[in-house]
């Protein structure tokens, strides 16, 4: 069952919930500049400090050395990784929602990926937008929670277990490259304790929310606590069983979740061959996903804390600092400014539809 995934979509105009698109317009351009001066300082800030602090004075030169050729088909490998999260995004939101077409569905991650480079935090800045949109397309806020948790949970299943598998792979021998237990066995046994405990939330009952309601009205102290938190576990069991559907149904959309997380890791690995390196494709995964956990550092724009994370892991696994500072500097060059730049275009398309769909329930 997939709980609250039915009706996906409201009758009548779109709920008052919703912020209008005038008020906060001024507010909005504000923080745009503000992170747009913080992004240009955290920029000037490793043009001059990564390599005196490196010792590699001559890192930004090489940079204009690597292979031109490789660069390139990064950036393809870069759009393909965007489609294949587009195509993800239409097979789970899409359903039922006629306004969720193969046009919104571009707009909407494209400006997402926008919000998430501008504001890390997990993402945080990319599901806000994404709520808005959904909210704006006429879905309800139960139905937006659960296919929004369906969504992160075909995602990061590709996430959790390629690095279940690499890492297990690398510690046994079964994959070239070895590494210590701390870089290969300890995070694969984190995701797997994490992909149990997610996948346990399908067992939670469907009226978990009536339950704790139930149990709010009839305390004093934790009513109030309980009230609160009644929608979440039914959001989140109700997610993951709508994710459970989908796999189940063989929906070959699904399929765009590796497409996103695998050809944004072989852009990762074309950068390393730019300049003249080559990875074990276990040792590049696992270095990939455990560099991405810096971007749950509340940094602008996340830079710093995946470049930090990446090198950091790749230097464990014995690899060179300079080739490994200089390949993810490329990666992180193509990734963060090929989408966003798209990603704005994408956020002004989208309220030009938001605004289309405002006069035609109006």
Known sequence: MSGVDAP???????????????????????????????????????????????GLKQTWGRLRRGDPLWLALGAVLEMCSIAGYAVLFRTVFGREVPRIDWRASLEIPLAGIAAIRLVAAAGAGGVAVTAWALARAGMTAEVIACRMVASLVVQ???????????????????????????????????????????????????????????????????????KKVAKAPEALGSG?????????????????????????????????????????????????FLGTLGSLLPLPAGIGGVEGGMIGAFVAFGLPASSAIIAVLAYRAISFWLPTLPGIVGYLALRSTVRRWREADA
């Open 8 to 54: 996906a979509h409201k009758s009548g105009p779109v709920s008052a919930e919703v912020p209008s698109e005038e008020g906060p317009t001024v507010i909005a351009r504000k923080r745009l500049l503000l992170a747009s001066a913080l992004l240009v300082i955290v920029l000037v800030g490793l043009y001059f400090l990564i390599p005196k602090l490196a």
């Open 240 to 288: 993951v069983r709508t994710a459970g559907d989908l796999v189940a149904q063989r929906r070959l959309g699904l399929v765009g979740a590796l497409a996103y997380w695998g050809f944004d890791i072989a852009v990762l690995g074309v950068c390393f061959h730019a300049f003249g390196a080559t990875v074990p494709v276990a040792i590049l995964v696992v270095g990939y």
């Open 156 to 226: 990061y299943s590709a996430y959790l277990g390629a690095l279940i598998l690499c890492g297990v792979g690398l510690w046994i021998g079964v994959f070239p490259g070895g590494g210590s237990i701390l870089i290969t066995l300890a995070p694969a046994s984190a995701a797997a304790v994490l992909a149990v405990a997610i996948l346990s939330l399908a067992l939670m009952p469907d009226d978990i929310g009536r339950r704790l309601e139930r149990f709010a009205n009839r305390t004093t102290r934790l009513g109030w606590v309980a």
